[in-house]
C-alpha cells in the first residue's frame, strides 16, 4: 500500500506534465492494485482526490485513454465510488469519447459508464444529460451486422450500459424505447444467437423493457416471437429457458404478440415440456412445468390465437389440454380447466364443448376436490363450467348432466374465489323455471345465499348472492321459493340491492320484490317493513338520476304493495302522490304510461 500512496503522489504530478510514459506506467500500478483488491484500492484513490484529474487525462488524443476509462470502470464496482465519480466530473469526458473510433476506448468507456450508472440515481441522470445513450444506441445500430468476437464484446457492454441505465427506471425505459432500441436489440438477438453473453444481455434487456406498456407495440412490430422461439427451441438448460419464460411472459400479455407466438411454433414447444417433465419431483422440472402451463394459459386469452388453437374443437392442441383434466398433476388440472375456461370465450366453442363431454370431464375433476381439495382447481373446474353454461342450448344439457349437483358440494366452502365461481355458475344454469324451483327450495342453499349477502369483505361475493336469490324467485315465480327465502331472512338483502349502484342489480331486485308481493305479500310483509321498503321506493321516484326502468319497477311494485294494509299506510303517509304526478311527463313513454296507472291506483285507494 505504501507503493500504491507512491504511485498516487506521482501520478498528481504526471497527470499535471502530461508525460505520457510515465503516466501509462502509474496507471499500470494502478490497475494492478485494483485486481488485488478494489475496495481497500479504491477507498486510496477517493481520499487522494485524483479522480478530478482523470476528467484532463479523457481526452481522445491521449493513448492513455483507454486504461484511466479502464481504472474509473473497476473503481465505479463499488458503490461508494459511483456519487464521487459524477461529482469528479466524469460523466461528460466519458460520454465524449463514445464518439472515439477506437475499439478499446470504446470498450472502456461502456464499462465505465454502466458501471457508474448500476443502482445510481446520479449516475443515471448525469448520463441522461450528457446524451449518453442515444450515441450508444447509435453504435448498436452501427454495428449490429458485425460478428467477429471484438466487436460482439463492445455489444455485450453497451447493451450492458443500457441495462444498468434504465433498470427499473419506467421514465428512462420509455426514453430509449422512444429512441427505437426495441427493433435494435431484436435484431442483435437474431444476428448473435451463436453469443451466450451477448443474447444473455438481450434477454435481460428484453425483461426490463417487456414490463412497460408502451413497448409492446414497438415489439409486436419487431419479428421477437420468431427470434424468441428459435432460441428456445436451441436451449438444453434449465436457467436459459426460464430467462426466455421470463421475456415471454410479459409480451405474452400483448394480443398481437400471443398470435405471433403461436405462429412461431411456442405451444408445440410448451407442450413438449410439459410431457418430458409431468412424471418428474425435481424441483426445476416442477417450476418449468408450471411455468410452461401458465404461459400456455395466457396464450389462450387471446381471441384470435385461442380461436386459432380451437380449430373447431378438432385442433390437436385442443386435445391436448384435454388430456391434462383428468391428470394426477394438480398443475396439469388447473391449466386444463383454465385452458377450458378460456376456449369457452364464445357460443360456437362452448356449444361444441358440451356436446362433447368437457362437462362430465370437469364434474369428475371436481368430484376429485370436494374433500380437501385444490382450491385454484376448483376455482378453475367452476370457472369453466360457467363460461361453458352462457349460451342458452346448453343450460338444460348441462343440468340434466348433473352440474347443480356436482356444484352445490362446495356450498360448505369458506373461500371466496370459490365461493364467487360457484354462485356465477349457478346463476347462469336457472334460466329455466323448474331448475330454479328446485334450487329456490333448497333451504341449505338459500340459507347459505343469506349469508353470503352480508360478505362485506367481499363484494363481489355478496353481490352474486343478491343477485342469485333475486334470480330464483324471478325464474321460479314460485310461493314455495319465495316462503323459503323469506323463512331463511332473505327478503332485507333484496331491498338492501334495490338500492345498489349498478342499475341492473336494482332491476333484478325490484323486479324479484314485485313478485313477492304479488305472489306472497302476506309472509313477506313484516320483512318488508322493517327493511323500510316504501321509503327506498319514495327515494328512488323523487331522484331524478334514477334510470327509467327503475321508475318503472318501482311503481309497479308500489301498486302492488297496496294488497298490505300496513305498507298502503307507509304509502299514503309519504306522499307518494305528489312524486307520481310528476312522471306523467317522463320523456321515456313507458314510465309515463306507468305513472298513470300508479296515480289513477293511490287516488283510488285514497
Request: charged share 20%; hydrophobic share 50%.
Given at each position: 500500500m505504501d507503493s500504491l500512496s507512491d504511485t498516487l503522489k506521482k501520478l498528481k504530478i504526471t497527470a499535471a506534465d502530461r508525460t505520457e510514459d510515465c503516466l501509462e506506467g502509474c496507471l499500470d500500478c494502478l490497475l494492478q492494485a485494483l485486481a488485488q483488491n478494489n475496495t481497500e484500492t479504491s477507498e486510496k484513490i477517493q481520499g487522494s482526490g485524483i479522480l478530478e484529474l482523470f476528467a484532463n487525462l479523457l481526452t481522445p488524443q491521449s493513448s492513455c485513454t483507454a486504461k484511466v476509462a479502464n481504472?474509473?470502470?473497476?473503481?465505479?464496482?463499488?458503490?461508494?465510488?459511483?456519487?464521487p465519480c459524477v461529482d469528479a466530473g466524469l460523466i461528460s469526458p466519458l460520454v465524449q469519447l463514445l464518439n472515439s473510433k477506437d475499439q478499446e476506448v470504446l470498450l472502456q468507456t461502456g464499462r465505465a459508464l454502466g458501471n457508474i450508472c448500476y443502482d445510481s440515481h446520479e449516475g443515471r441522470s448525469a448520463v441522461d444529460q450528457a446524451g449518453g445513450a442515444q450515441i450508444v444506441i447509435d453504435h448498436l445500430r452501427s454495428l449490429c451486422s458485425i460478428t467477429d468476437p471484438a466487436n460482439e464484446k463492445l455489444l455485450t457492454v453497451f447493451c450492458g450500459m443500457l441495462m444498468n441505465y434504465s433498470n427499473e427506471?419506467?421514465?428512462?425505459?420509455?426514453?430509449?424505447?422512444?429512441?427505437?432500441?426495441?427493433?435494435?436489440?431484436?435484431?442483435?438477438?437474431?444476428?448473435?444467437?451463436?453469443?451466450?453473453?451477448?443474447?444473455?444481455?438481450?434477454?435481460?434487456?428484453?425483461?426490463?423493457?417487456?414490463?412497460?406498456?408502451?413497448?409492446?407495440?414497438?415489439?409486436?412490430?419487431t419479428n421477437i416471437a420468431e427470434e424468441l422461439v428459435k432460441l428456445f427451441k436451441k436451449q438444453i438448460e434449465h436457467d436459459k429457458r426460464e430467462m426466455i419464460f421470463e421475456v415471454l411472459a410479459p409480451l405474452a400479455e400483448n394480443d398481437a404478440i400471443k398470435l405471433q407466438l403461436v405462429e412461431a411454433g411456442l405451444v408445440e414447444c410448451l407442450l413438449e415440456i410439459v410431457h418430458q417433465k409431468v412424471g418428474s419431483d425435481k424441483e426445476d422440472d416442477i417450476a418449468e412445468l408450471k411455468t410452461a402451463s401458465d404461459l400456455m394459459v395466457l396464450l389462450l386469452l387471446g381471441d384470435e390465437s385461442m380461436q386459432k388453437l380451437f380449430e373447431g374443437g378438432?385442433?390437436?392442441v385442443f386435445q391436448r389440454v384435454l388430456s391434462w383434466i383428468p391428470s394426477n398433476n394438480h398443475q396439469l388440472q388447473l391449466a386444463g380447466a383454465l385452458a377450458i375456461a378460456n376456449f369457452a370465450r364464445n357460443d360456437g366453442n362452448c356449444i361444441h364443448m358440451v356436446d362433447n363431454g368437457i362437462v362430465e370431464k370437469l364434474m369428475d375433476l371436481l368430484d376429485r376436490h370436494v374433500e380437501d381439495g385444490n382450491v385454484t382447481v376448483q376455482h378453475a373446474a367452476l370457472s369453466a363450467l360457467r363460461n361453458l353454461a352462457i349460451p342458452v342450448v346448453n343450460k338444460?344439457?348441462?343440468?340434466?348432466?348433473?352440474?347443480?349437483?356436482?356444484?352445490?358440494?362446495?356450498l360448505k366452502s369458506e373461500m371466496p374465489p370459490v365461493q364467487f365461481k360457484l354462485l356465477g355458475t349457478l346463476r347462469m344454469l336457472i334460466d329455466a323455471q323448474e331448475a330454479a324451483e328446485q334450487?329456490?327450495?333448497?333451504?341449505?342453499?338459500?340459507?347459505?345465499?343469506?349469508?353470503?349477502?352480508?360478505?362485506?369483505?367481499?363484494?363481489g361475493v355478496m353481490g352474486e348472492s343478491n343477485r342469485l336469490l333475486s334470480a330464483l324467485i324471478r325464474h321460479s315465480k314460485s310461493k314455495d321459493v319465495i316462503k323459503t327465502i323469506v323463512q331463511s331472512g332473505g327478503i332485507k338483502h333484496l331491498v338492501t340491492m334495490a338500492t345498489?349502484?349498478?342499475?341492473?342489480?336494482?332491476?333484478?331486485?325490484?323486479?324479484?320484490?314485485?313478485?313477492?308481493?304479488?305472489?306472497?305479500?302476506?309472509?313477506a310483509e313484516k320483512d318488508l317493513e322493517s327493511a323500510k321498503l316504501v321509503q327506498i321506493?319514495?327515494?328512488?321516484?323523487?331522484?331524478?338520476?334514477?334510470?327509467?326502468?327503475?321508475?318503472?319497477?318501482?311503481m309497479v311494485l308500489i301498486c302492488a304493495l297496496m294488497g298490505s294494509e300496513s305498507l298502503y299506510k307507509e304509502v299514503q303517509d309519504l306522499a307518494f302522490l305528489d312524486v307520481v304526478s310528476k312522471l306523467r311527463s317522463h320523456e321515456n313513454k313507458s314510465v309515463a304510461q306507468q305513472a298513470s296507472l300508479t296515480e289513477q291506483r293511490l287516488t283510488v285507494e285514497s
Open positions: 481504472i474509473i470502470a473497476e473503481v465505479a464496482k463499488n458503490e461508494f465510488m459511483r456519487i427506471n419506467d421514465s428512462l425505459q420509455a426514453q430509449l424505447i422512444n429512441m427505437g432500441v426495441i427493433p435494435t436489440l431484436v435484431k442483435l438477438l437474431g444476428i448473435h444467437c451463436h453469443n451466450a453473453a451477448l443474447t444473455e444481455m438481450c434477454l435481460v434487456a428484453f425483461g426490463n423493457l417487456a414490463e412497460l406498456e408502451s413497448s409492446k407495440e414497438q415489439f409486436a412490430s378438432k385442433g390437436s338444460a344439457k348441462m343440468l340434466s348432466a348433473g352440474v347443480t349437483e356436482t356444484v352445490l358440494k362446495f334450487l329456490g327450495k333448497n333451504a341449505k342453499l338459500v340459507e347459505r345465499l343469506v349469508e353470503w349477502c352480508e360478505a362485506k369483505d367481499h363484494a345498489s349502484e349498478h342499475v341492473i342489480m336494482q332491476n333484478e331486485a325490484l323486479v324479484a320484490l314485485a313478485l313477492i308481493a304479488a305472489l306472497e305479500l302476506g309472509p321506493l319514495h327515494r328512488l321516484l323523487a331522484d331524478e338520476r334514477s334510470a327509467p326502468e327503475i321508475k318503472y319497477n318501482s
